[in-house]
């Protein structure tokens, strides 16, 4: 079961788009939306690992929370249902050793971002 993190107290003013041209997956053409919106544990962890070098991954994920993003990642996190999903396994039983490449890059909620 994976966990939720509540993204209620967020705030964004959704008309100022002007950090867009600066993400680094706005660059990469249409190869990489599937890369942000795959169900494979392999394209979410490349996903996020290209958000975390990002310049505008702050904007973007307050934009994601404002917006309340069914799905995908956004600023660096997993998005289900509006919210930010702290884990995510494969389907199906999981394995008694954990495998290495199941695990996802982790990146920090900045704090302001974080609800009590």
């Keep these: 079961m ?3 993190i509540d993204t ?8 100022d788009r002007s950090w867009w041209a600066d993400a680094s997956c706005a660059t990469g053409g249409a190869g ?10 392999q394209d979410i962890a490349a996903a996020k690992r290209l958000c ?3 310049p505008v991954m702050v ?4 934009g994601a929370i404002a917006r309340r993003e069914p799905w995908g990642v956004w ?3 997993l ?3 509006g919210h ?10 999981p394995p008694k050793v954990a495998r290495p490449e199941d695990q996802l890059p982790e990146i920090p909620i900045p704090e302001h971002l974080r609800s009590a």
């Design 2 to 4: 994976s966990a939720v």
């Design 8 to 15: 209620e107290a967020a705030t964004y003013d959704e008309e």
């Design 32 to 41: 990489l939306t599937a890369l942000f919106f795959s169900d494979e544990l």
């Design 52 to 54: 975390a070098e990002c």
């Design 59 to 62: 904007p973007c994920l307050e």
């Design 75 to 77: 600023g660096g996190q």
């Design 79 to 81: 998005f289900l249902n």
């Design 84 to 93: 930010i999903l702290a884990s995510k396994r494969r389907r199906g039983r």
